[in-house]
């Protein structure tokens, strides 16, 4: 699915100098994400659960 979607560079002006592994995508899908509770660095986990039908 993530090949259909794919955009070129980076669309925003002051990215990441790192871009190498990113792929960036044409926002027309929505998703389904669970958070984990807070670890002791105040960092939630995302967890993907699935594509919504809604969009």
């Known amino acids: 699915m993530i ?3 794919k955009k070129g560079p980076c669309p925003f002006r002051n990215s990441t100098k790192n871009n190498d592994n990113i792929v960036w995508c044409k926002p027309e899908k929505v ?3 669970e ?5 002791l660095d105040a960092l ?4 993907f659960k699935g594509i919504r039908d809604d969009a």
Not at 44 to 47: D, H, L
């Open 3 to 5: 090949k259909t979607l």
């Open 31 to 33: 998703c389904t994400v």
């Open 35 to 39: 958070y984990m509770p807070n670890t």
């Open 44 to 47: 939630r986990q995302p967890v």
